[in-house]
């Protein structure tokens, strides 16, 4: 069962604009959320965080936002540049799992120019 | 730049080979995770280790599957043996021991294709 989940299997956004990925979990442990951005070949790359105990985390470009009473976040890339056209993916994790990560389906991001 | 590799980074087999995948964490990290990714299940755990002892291997077929650590700088996923449904790209990924997940650092993948 996959307990945390990306609807969004693809997203187009013009250069400048704002990218709004979503991402949905179901388990209330799960109490620090992540995004991972993955280009063609390569591993998954740490992007983004967020503990349980906020609701918001930015870092440049990058925000995610974190809504616990309805089990979502969502993360803001503004301006959206064309390298940030890749496949991001949503984690989650909790304590008694030594950190392992469930992770979304993914989010392929297109930027155009 | 310390960087996690993994060999091989592409594997064409048979069904019924013998599969080993490795993995050199880096120096240092403590936790070594395995994940599967597949088109219909995404990204999901096989196993992970904390200073090379196995915690959590549920998610692996634990008839043909198996993850070792023989030492500190190598940690192994084995499949025997192969089946088509195994295809997929296998990740490495090693972290230190705390309180959050942002230390882990992802290898480049095994793309396993059994025929």
């Known amino acids: 069962d996959q307990q945390v989940k990306q609807n969004s299997p693809s997203l187009s956004v013009q250069e400048g604009r704002i990218s709004i990925l979503n991402c949905d979990y179901t388990?209330?442990?799960?109490?620090?959320f992540l995004w991972y951005k993955k280009y063609p070949a390569e591993g998954p790359t740490f992007l983004i965080s967020i503990s349980s105990i906020k609701d918001k985390n930015e870092d440049g470009r990058f925000t995610v936002f974190l809504n616990k009473s309805a089990k979502h976040l969502s993360l803001h890339i503004v301006p959206s540049q064309p390298g940030d056209s890749a496949v991001y993916f949503c984690?989650?994790?909790?304590?008694?799992?030594?950190?392992?990560?469930?992770f979304g389906k993914g989010t392929s991001l297109l930027v155009t120019p | 730049d310390a960087r996690v590799t993994q060999t091989p980074r592409h594997k064409v087999t048979e069904m019924g080979q013998e599969v080993t995948m490795r993995c050199q964490p880096i120096l240092g990290h403590n936790t070594v995770f395995w994940y599967r990714q597949t088109m219909m299940q995404g990204l999901e755990l096989l196993a992970y280790f904390r200073n090379r002892a196995p915690l959590d291997d549920s998610g692996m077929p634990k008839d043909r599957f198996s993850a070792e650590m023989p030492d500190a700088t190598l940690a192994t996923l084995k499949i025997q043996p192969s089946e088509p449904r195994d295809s997929a790209v296998y990740f490495c990924?090693?972290?230190?021991?705390?309180?959050?997940?942002?230390?882990?650092?992802f290898g480049p993948g095994t793309r396993l294709t059994v025929l």
């Open positions: 984690a989650a994790s909790m304590p008694n799992s030594g950190y392992a990560l469930n």
């Open positions: 388990n209330s442990m799960f109490d620090y």
């Open positions: 990924a090693s972290g230190l021991d705390v309180a959050t997940a942002d230390t882990q650092y």
